[in-house]
């Protein structure tokens, strides 16, 4: 691991050998204490401070590792995914040295795609390594030109401003050449393409209504298909946790019954079971529209709806009402009892949350996971179109949210400047090496669910958000601090995709399932063995939190930054692409950078050398603020971003597009499979949610060894299922079983909840791929959902991922498993293709 002799005598000396060799999780530690020394007398125990999605963190250094983290002394709610982060840094997964699929090192693009997967690799040098790397992006640019190489979403990379693996690989590969970029996310892809229409901006990643807000005014909070508590465990920058302090208050207000709190879900979620006295409202999986149609439907037949509000603020509730009155096509009244025949809510149970809607001050709060499905447009432009009849948008407690579940949304914001990044683009004036602009007809940039669509469908034309995308079949990939093989629905859709790629390059810390399915592996080294700095709170912008080095880089590791000089030093940009400046120099340049802006806001903060040594500078809270309140106050001065500037329920824009599945305003549209008596669920009766998970972030801690033995059964990735579907099948908790559908098979360890109903079960998203080979069909022998979920597009507006629209069966396992396949590193192979033994 690198360690110097003089450091590894001096931390045998310091510490037990059992803590060397395989470092268990953590125990239960108070935080790092307010005052307690930095340092102790013993040269070689050090503490140092970092930051991570998972929150600050202190964490003790003896010699040349680390043995123990606590939580930051002013994060008051840490998660306990801290415990992991040891199990990160050491995991058996680790990159450990640049690696070349043996194959493709023997033909490299004429190989055989169809071993991409089987695991073995030939180890190579650095200068190896990245010789071939530049060698193929020549290839590329000259054979083929930009339609040829993809490169972006790189997901959520590890936190810290200068080594953003994305700014990293985008800078680099911009200085060489042009490529095909993408656009939208996997989160949010349908919600953040149908809300400009609807209220001006994306909305899912916008700053909420201030929760001292909402705990003061609000009487009615929805958590419609949403659990915070769940989510706000991590962030996007280094998370504060401050949101868990007001989901306190909530608790007792609950309690006392001040606020009245109510869960629309088909689960009970984890804030449910948390507010104690909130209310479950089941729902059958999918069928949100119909519920809030009908929602919507008795509010204006009992006269609660705000007709005042929708004619000053809202343009197009005259267009929506023919059809909620089932005078149009579908010839289908939107009434409670039309509702409950889908949505499983009964008539008067609908009626009585449209009237405690309309009574109360009311904020309706959206998950993500319900828009990842297929029309998942619609249930977020008719919650829209519901909070508009409701005529609180704008109101203190009021209106709706489709974020306060994410990086502590509603927290208010300090106002001060955070600290930039390492440059993303060319610098001005600069163009790349290969200056080729022609990408023969293709479109340069896709929606990123439809990446796999260009390699089995080329050059077809498909719809998206009001224009034509022709698909360009690319034919070399690159991926940094990005599973790919984690976020991308439809497993054995990718792996047929994946063999007519000529090249993949993968950069990454720890062997995840994008790395297997590579041609040429790049170790990075992760977040704690480099310096760095942080924003602490992406929306209350708390602070800023230095990102001292823990250990030097592990293994043969290397930071993004010194990857992308030496690439960038073959085609001699490498001075421009550093400007000159090293890692400190860089660290320091952003911080004065920002200190410089925040002084112009009159917020002090100190210099970089006192900052450093402090490890944190923090801001004052701001003030508490209501979202869409300047709208209400003044329509014409303070437009939305939409063509009118006014709320839409009806878009004309949207309209002429002339989608036959998203009409120009929101509709119920049956799905291609459904539980509970809908499509498919005669053969495959399962609803399979594949949400958030609960103890990482999506793919993210899944390497750790110790975090993963707190949850896993049988070894395997848990699937949760109620009592009656268990009972039906035989199937006890802790049983293994095996779930399938026609698109792939799984094993996972069956946890039998009271908190899911019948036909309703759940595999968390990011349980690491491992199938049993790389043939198309393989059983995957952890758990990886998306083994199984649906690779369509959500709507031709969006193109998003509809992988909650999933459909399975599950049956008991019999006879001996496979052993699972998704962690440790590769099968080291010599050119010739024979094992190479561990030293």
């Not at 992991?84 to 033909?107: A, N």
């Amino acid at each position: 691991m690198n360690y110097s002799r003089r450091g590894f005598l001096k931390a045998m000396a310091a510490m037990s050998g059992s803590a060397l060799v395989a470092p268990g999780l953590l125990t239960a530690a108070p935080a790092f204490a307010a005052g307690e020394a930095t340092a102790v007398s013993d040269d070689i125990t050090t503490w140092k401070i970092s930051g991570s999605h998972f929150g600050a963190i202190r964490a003790k250094v003896v010699g040349d590792r680390v043995v123990d983290i606590r939580p930051f002394e002013h994060d008051k709610h840490p998660t306990e995914m801290i415990k992991g982060l040891l199990g990160l840094i050491y995991s058996p997964s680790r990159v450990r040295y640049p690696m070349v699929r043996l194959d493709w090192y023997r033909k490299r693009h004429l190989s055989d795609t169809s071993q991409r997967g089987d695991n073995r690799f030939v180890r190579v040098s650095w200068d190896e390594a990245l010789d071939l790397f530049y060698e193929e992006l020549e290839r590329i640019q000259k054979d083929y030109g930009p339609w040829a190489l993809h490169t972006a979403g790189v997901g959520w990379r590890s936190v810290g401003q200068v080594h953003s693996c994305g700014n990293h690989m985008v800078r680099g590969i911009g200085m060489h050449g042009r490529s095909v970029g993408t656009i939208g996310d996997y989160s949010t892809g349908a919600g953040q393409m149908i809300l400009p229409y609807v209220l001006g901006s994306t909305e899912v990643y916008s700053q909420g209504t201030s929760w001292d807000v909402i705990l003061q005014e609000s009487k009615l909070v929805v958590f419609w298909a949403n659990d915070p508590i769940k989510n706000l465990q991590v962030g996007w920058n280094t998370e504060t946790h401050e949101s868990y302090a007001y989901l306190e208050q909530l608790k007792a207000k609950v309690a006392d019954k001040s606020i009245q709190v109510i869960c629309i879900d088909p689960v009970k979620s984890k804030t449910l079971n948390y507010l104690g006295a909130a209310e479950h409202q089941y729902i059958n999986p999918m069928t949100d529209v119909p519920l809030m149609l009908a929602i919507a439907h008795t509010l204006v037949k009992e006269g609660l709806h705000d007709q005042k509000f929708l004619d000053t603020y809202t343009l197009g509730f005259d267009k929506f009402l023919p059809y909620l009155e089932g005078k149009t096509e579908d010839q289908a009244e939107k009434t409670p009892e039309w509702a409950e025949k889908i949505c499983g809510v009964p008539a008067d149970r609908i009626r009585e949350l449209a009237r405690l809607m309309a009574k109360h001050r009311t904020q309706l709060i959206f998950g993500w996971a319900v828009q990842r499905q297929q029309h998942g447009e619609q249930p977020y432009w008719m919650g829209a179109v519901l909070a508009a009849m409701l005529g609180q948008i704008g109101l203190p407690g009021g209106g709706i949210s489709y974020a306060h579940h994410y990086s502590s949304v509603g927290v208010s914001s300090s106002g001060a400047a955070m600290p930039g990044a390492f440059p993303l683009n060319l610098d001005p004036g600069r163009k790349p090496k290969h200056d080729n602009t022609d990408y023969k007809g293709y479109s340069a940039v896709v929606p990123i669910a439809r990446v796999i669509d260009a390699l089995l469908e080329p050059g077809k034309e498909i719809d998206f958000n009001g224009g034509k995308v022709k698909l360009p079949p690319y034919k070399m990939a690159i991926f940094s601090g990005c599973n790919q093989w984690h976020r991308q629905p439809q497993r054995n859709r990718m792996k047929e995709a994946w063999r007519k790629l000529e090249t993949v390059v993968a950069i990454d810390y720890n062997w995840t399932a994008t790395c297997r399915f590579a041609d040429i592996v790049l170790p990075a080294c992760t977040p704690f063995e480099r310096n760095d700095l942080d924003g602490y709170g992406s929306y209350s912008n708390r602070g800023i939190i230095a990102m001292q080095k823990l250990v030097d880089p592990l293994f043969h590791s290397r930071t993004d930054f010194e990857i992308f000089r030496g690439l960038t030093r073959r085609f001699n940009r490498d001075a421009e692409y550093t400007r000159g400046m090293d890692e400190m120099q860089w660290v320091e340049k952003i911080y004065e950078d920002c200190r410089k802006e925040n002084g112009l806001k009159d917020i002090a903060m100190p210099p970089f050398a006192e900052f450093w040594k402090q490890g944190y500078v923090l801001f004052p809270e701001g003030k508490p603020w209501v979202r869409h309140a300047d709208f209400r106050d003044d329509a014409e001065v303070n437009a939305l971003g939409t063509p009118s500037g006014f709320i839409e329920i009806f878009s004309r824009k949207i309209d002429r597009y002339g989608y036959a599945d998203c009409k120009g305003h929101p509709v119920w549209m049956e799905k291609t499979e459904r539980s509970h008596g809908g499509p498919g669920s005669d053969r495959f009766p399962l609803w399979l949610q594949s949400v958030h998970p609960d103890k990482r972030l999506h793919s993210q801690l899944c390497e750790s060894e110790p975090l993963r033995g707190t949850y896993t059964i049988a070894g395997r990735e848990p699937v949760f299922i109620g009592p009656e579907d268990a009972a039906a099948r035989g199937i006890k908790h802790g049983d293994l079983v095996r779930v399938f559908n026609d698109r792939g098979q799984l094993l996972a360890g069956a946890h039998v909840s009271d908190n899911f109903p019948r036909g309703v079960v759940r595999i968390q998203e990011g349980a690491w791929y491992g199938p049993t080979g790389p043939e198309i069909g393989a059983l995957d022998t952890y758990g990886d959902p998306n083994t199984l979920t649906l690779d369509i597009g959500t709507s031709s507006l969006a193109q998003a991922t509809s992988a909650n629209t999933c459909l399975v069966q599950i049956e008991k396992f019999v006879g001996t498993p496979p052993k699972v396949t998704s962690f440790g590193g590769p099968i080291e192979v010599d050119p010739e293709g024979r094992e190479v033994k561990p030293a």
